[in-house]
């Protein structure tokens, strides 16, 4: 049942992963610094899904050292979990969001920090589930 949920991703697109958070990281951190007052929020909960986003990149690397490589669902994309190996893209489209409507910072990046924070602890869940089978022997 496991094998035919779980596919591998390429190592390229997780560098393009750590760029768009790399990327997205440096866009938040001057909009907060621009206007702290009114960015200060959004910008914090953008960087808190950002980092839980790299607790769960850093489990799947850890279940890929462990053997069999790092847990993803197959199949149709959830909007979630498509993000990751699509970070990329919403970088960009986040950034031309932000040109047009700078004063949308706070919406825009709440929203975000939603969908970065939720494919997170997707992976979170999905990287626990992969253990406990592998530990369950009755599974």
Same mark, same amino acid.
């Given at each position: 049942m496991v094998e035919e949920t779980v596919s591998r991703p390429s190592v390229r697109s997780a560098g393009r992963a750590l760029l768009a958070s790399v990327a997205l990281a440096g866009l938040t951190a001057a909009f907060a610094w621009a206007a702290p007052e009114r960015n200060g929020w959004a910008a914090l909960a953008l960087a808190v899904a950002l980092a839980l986003d790299g607790l769960a990149q850093g489990a799947g690397a850890w279940l890929a050292r462990r053997g #069999?490589? @790092?847990? +993803?669902? /197959?199949?149709? @994309?959830?909007?979630?979990? !498509?993000f990751? @190996?699509? &970070? #990329?893209? #919403?970088?960009?489209? %986040? /950034?031309?969001? =932000? *040109? *047009?409507?700078?004063?949308? %910072? @706070?919406?825009? *990046?709440? /929203? =975000? &920090? #939603? =969908?970065? !924070?939720?494919?997170?602890? /997707? +992976? =979170?869940?999905?990287a626990w589930i992969v253990l406990r089978i592998a530990q369950d022997p009755e599974a």
């Open positions: #069999g490589g @790092p847990p +993803r669902i /197959a199949g149709l @994309p959830s909007l979630v979990l !498509a990751g @190996p699509a &970070a #990329g893209l #919403g970088t960009v489209l %986040f /950034a031309v969001a =932000l *040109a *047009a409507w700078p004063a949308g %910072f @706070p919406i825009l *990046a709440s /929203a =975000l &920090a #939603g =969908l970065i !924070a939720m494919g997170a602890i /997707a +992976r =979170l869940v999905l």
